[in-house]
């Protein structure tokens, strides 16, 4: 049973920085490919970025060039590095992996 559990949400002005974590209770990451969704009120789950146990990353046009997706292996750890926030990134964001597998979400609100 693979665990997902994420952190560092929070609420931020615009313009600010956040980076989200989520720990997983095993040496997944290495091996899958992983990434982050978010899910702003009445809207639908959508993919912000992914990357491959080769390290190939992509990303919503919506975030390019402002977030960074990253593994830390030795921690079972993936990361986004979110920056320039603007309020339309308000949303609960969640870790997935290739698979199936969910973490439980963290709220990412950004104020004007």
């Known amino acids: 049973q693979v665990q997902l559990v994420e952190s560092g949400g929070g609420l931020v002005q615009s313009g600010g920085s956040l980076r989200l974590s989520c720990a997983a209770s095993g040496s997944i990451f290495r091996f899958n490919t992983v990434g982050w969704y978010r899910q702003a009120p009445g809207k639908q789950r959508d993919l912000v970025a992914f990357?491959?146990?080769?390290?190939?990353?992509n990303y919503s046009d919506s975030v390019k060039g402002r977030f960074t997706i990253s593994t830390d292996n030795a921690k079972n750890t993936l990361y986004l590095q979110m920056n320039s926030l603007e309020p339309e990134d308000t949303a609960v964001y969640y870790c997935?992996?290739?698979?199936?597998?969910w973490g439980q979400g963290t709220q990412v609100t950004v104020s004007s």
């Open positions: 997935w992996v290739r698979g199936g597998y």
């Open positions: 990357i491959t146990s080769g390290g190939t990353t």
